[in-house]
C-alpha cells in the first residue's frame, strides 16, 4: 500500500514560470513532510521542509503548502529555472520506537524548458 | 561539518555472488542510520535502518541483510545475489528526527 503518492511522474514548465509538484499521503500519524531533489546517479538532496502544524514554508523560490484535511502537500518553485529540472521526492515522516522513518513517493521528474 | 560516504560506486555483480557495501558517516557521532534502494524508475524504498551500534531494523523481507559494526559504519550485505536485487543503493543518516541526509549512492547491476 503506498502510503505517498506523487501521481505526476513527470512535469514540463517554461522557465521563468510557476512548477506546481503535488504529493498525497493517506496515514495521519504522519507529522513532518520533506521535499529532496535528486539528480541522475547522485544521492538526494533535501530541500524544503513543514511541519504538521504549519500550511505554509517559504525558502527563497521554494514554498511548500501543505492541507492536512486533504492529506495534500505540494512545492511551488518560482520561477522556475533550467537547473531545477531534477526528479522530486516527496517524503512523508513517522516516528516508531524512537526512531525516524521516512516513507517516499514514486517521484516526478520535472523538466525546465528554456 | 558532516559528510556521508558509500563504496564502491557502482559494482556489477553476477547471480548467486555475495555483496558487501559500506557506508561511512564523518563529523558526527551516535547518528541514525540508514539503507534505501531505487530501483529504475520507482521510489526510494527503506530497507534498514539503526539507532545504534549492533542494532538492525529491517523494513521488508528480503535477500539482504544489514550490519553496524561502528558508531558510524554501515554495511549491506547479501550472501546470493539475485537479478531483482539490481538497483541504486543510498545510504543516509539524520541526528535525532531532523532531516536525512543522503550518500552519493551505489549503482549495483546483477547479471
Known amino acids: 500500500d503506498q502510503q505517498v503518492k506523487q501521481n505526476s511522474p513527470s512535469l514540463s514548465v517554461q522557465e521563468g514560470r510557476i512548477s506546481i509538484l503535488n504529493c498525497d499521503y493517506t496515514?495521519?500519524?504522519?507529522?513532518?513532510f520533506l521535499w529532496y531533489k535528486k539528480y541522475p546517479a547522485e544521492g538526494p538532496t533535501f530541500l524544503i521542509s513543514?511541519?504538521?502544524?504549519?500550511d505554509k514554508n517559504e525558502d527563497g523560490r521554494f514554498t511548500v503548502f501543505l492541507n492536512k484535511s486533504a492529506k495534500h502537500l505540494s512545492l511551488h518553485i518560482v520561477p522556475s529555472q533550467p537547473g531545477d529540472s531534477a526528479v522530486y521526492f516527496c517524503?512523508?515522516?513517522?516516528?516508531?520506537?524512537?526512531?525516524?522513518?521516512?516513507?517516499f513517493g514514486q517521484g516526478t521528474r520535472l523538466t525546465i524548458n528554456p | 561539518s558532516q559528510t556521508i560516504h558509500q563504496w564502491p560506486a557502482t559494482l556489477v555483480q553476477p547471480v548467486g555472488s555475495p555483496l558487501s557495501l559500506e557506508c561511512t558517516v564523518e563529523?558526527?557521532?551516535?547518528?541514525?542510520l540508514y539503507w534505501y534502494r531505487q530501483a529504475a524508475g520507482r521510489g526510494l524504498q527503506l530497507l534498514f535502518y539503526?539507532?545504534?551500534?549492533?542494532?538492525i531494523s529491517s523494513e521488508v523481507p528480503q535477500n539482504l541483510s544489514a550490519s553496524r559494526p561502528q558508531d558510524r559504519q554501515f554495511i549491506l550485505s547479501s550472501k546470493k545475489l539475485l537479478l531483482s536485487d539490481s538497483g541504486f543503493y543510498l545510504c543516509?543518516?539524520?541526528?535525532?528526527?531532523?532531516?536525512?541526509?543522503f550518500g552519493p549512492g551505489t549503482r549495483l547491476t546483477v547479471l
Open positions: 543516509a543518516w539524520t541526528m535525532g528526527y531532523n532531516e536525512q541526509f
Open positions: 496515514n495521519s500519524m504522519f507529522d513532518y
Open positions: 513543514i511541519s504538521s502544524i504549519k
Open positions: 517524503a512523508a515522516r513517522e516516528i516508531i520506537q524512537g526512531a525516524q522513518k521516512l516513507v
Open positions: 563529523g558526527t557521532s551516535n547518528p541514525n
Open positions: 539503526s539507532v545504534g551500534i549492533g542494532q
